[in-house]
């Protein structure tokens, strides 16, 4: 499925669910073309499966705020074709990771064509974020990674973010991106963001982004990415 079309999908979809309130997300679609397909990226010694319930708790809370039929994630490499099928792909991790030229040259073109990488570091783990913000400020000649200021269109996608506080310092938390001609292609959240929508916390308990804020923070990620 090409992006254009899962963007005129969910956009259908999310006005079909603000339109019926809160209480009719998650109904099946009339449609049975309406389908969401996320990647899971498997990067490096990463095989896709770092908090391994995390791809399948992002679908399930997109479809919680849509009319889209969820489909099973599909598990990709930054160098497999099926890459340029799969409109959104989910990257998560530890540690810390090289790309090789050919994913670079693939995850080029990939974001350069209307692919969108949602990226988070899991348990406030320092490496994985260090990692990709080197890797990621590779990809587009003079673009680097930076934060994602809260005037950006992304904290307001879906649900109104004005802040969002960490848990255990005194500071707020930023998402991060790398833009291409303007546009934001990729996004990170370093401060365990998959653990706070998929795991509540659990192994990151006190820390980072608390699970409220954190699946309003994934979903506006999602229909962000879907939508523009």
């Not at 254009?4 to 999310?14: D, F, I, V, W």
């Not at 913000?133 to 004005?162: M, N, T, W």
């Amino acid at each position: 499925m090409n992006r254009s079309y899962a963007k005129a999908l969910l956009s259908r979809a999310l006005w079909l669910a603000a339109g019926l309130g809160l209480a009719a997300f998650g109904q099946p679609s009339e449609d049975k073309q309406a389908t969401f397909f996320m990647g899971r990226i498997k990067y490096s010694s990463n095989d896709g499966n770092d908090c391994g319930g995390v791809g399948q708790d992002l679908m399930r809370l997109v479809s919680r705020a849509s009319t889209l039929k969820i489909q099973e994630e599909r598990k990709v490499n930054f160098t497999d074709a099926e890459l340029f099928e799969t409109p959104f792909v989910f990257m998560n991790g530890h540690n810390d990771f090289i790309l090789t030229e050919a994913q670079l040259e693939n995850v080029r073109k990939y974001l350069a064509h209307g692919g969108f990488i949602f990226a988070s570091g899991c348990c406030t783990n320092p490496n994985f974020p260090k990692a990709w913000r080197r890797e990621f400020s590779r990809i587009f000649s003079g673009e680097k990674v930076k934060a994602i200021p809260y005037d950006h269109l992304i904290y307001r996608s879906f649900y109104k973010i004005e802040r969002v506080r960490c848990l255990n310092e005194a500071r707020d938390i930023q998402l991060e991106g790398l833009f291409y001609q303007g546009n934001l292609v990729a996004v990170m959240c370093e401060d365990g963001l998959c653990c706070a929508f998929s795991a509540s916390n659990s192994c990151n308990e006190g820390k980072g982004v608390s699970p409220d804020d954190g699946q309003k923070l994934t979903l506006n990620i999602a229909v962000y990415a879907l939508t523009h």
